[in-house]
């Protein structure tokens, strides 16, 4: 089945810590975005990449790093800069950029211990 | 800036009723609109995509409309069941050749057995 996969589903932080979350895709497309949700607010974009080792900043990049070296990876790495990391992050894809149908993946609860 | 409002936040209807959700927008100058669903901890599921030179589509029990002018547009769901209780999120696609959608909050439906 093509989709889009998320892990851990759950993942926990502690104070000064880095941490990683994975994002992986087989539906061939070029675009990739994540965005966080937190509660009563609507989604916001972190970075988005239209195209291998090639992404941009979102809304809210402040405290987050990705990278795009394979077409179908995008990880997201949330640093210690990060103040207030929790939230519920969604990784989703598009088969190019141009405000197309955007495809989810299931999710990644991030909360700090 | 672009601004999107789902009003109301909550709604609870009785299996079998029609039920129409409401989105609404503060700029006209979109590119299209796309109606989503999330289940409780989990990723979105896309509805129903317009174009902004569309007036509705339709998939099964949903029909979703857009009036650019008037920066509204519905979701439509005949004969609710109670497996279509979700969260049902709007998102306005920006001009061409950007890549930025903008959320709204969401309705979050239950329909009653």
């Known amino acids: 089945d093509g989709g889009i996969t998320q892990s851990p589903k759950y993942l926990f932080r502690k104070e000064g810590q880095n941490v990683t979350l994975s994002c992986e895709q087989n539906?061939?497309?070029?675009?990739m975005y994540w965005y966080r949700q937190d509660p009563g607010q609507g989604l916001r974009l972190i970075y988005y990449?239209?195209?291998?080792?090639?992404?941009q900043k979102g809304d809210i990049a402040e405290g987050y790093s990705v990278s795009r070296e394979k077409k179908e990876s995008f990880p997201l790495t949330v640093t210690s800069a990060q103040k207030n990391p929790t939230a519920f992050y969604l990784c989703?894809?598009?088969?190019?950029?141009?405000?197309?149908?955007?495809?989810f993946g299931s999710g990644t609860q991030l909360s700090v211990l | 800036k672009q601004e999107v409002t789902q009003i109301p936040a909550a709604l609870s209807v009785p299996e079998g009723e029609n039920l129409v959700l409401n989105c609404s927008f503060t700029?006209?100058?979109?590119?299209?609109l796309q109606w989503f669903r999330q289940d409780p901890g989990k990723g979105l599921t896309s509805l129903l995509l317009?174009?902004?030179?569309?007036r509705e589509q339709t998939s099964g029990r949903l029909n979703a409309s857009l009036d650019k002018s008037s920066g509204r547009s519905t979701l439509y769901i005949a004969a609710s069941q109670p497996g279509d209780s979700a969260t049902y999120l709007c998102?306005?696609?920006?001009?061409?050749?950007?890549?930025?959608?903008?959320f709204g909050t969401g309705t979050r439906l239950k329909v009653l057995a």
């Open positions: 989703a894809s598009s088969q190019t950029v141009s405000n197309e149908k955007l495809f």
């Open positions: 990449s239209q195209i291998v080792n090639d992404f």
């Open positions: 317009i174009q902004s030179s569309q």
């Open positions: 539906l061939n497309h070029d675009a």
């Open positions: 700029d006209s100058a979109i590119y299209n």
């Open positions: 998102a306005v696609g920006l001009t061409s050749g950007t890549y930025k959608y903008i």
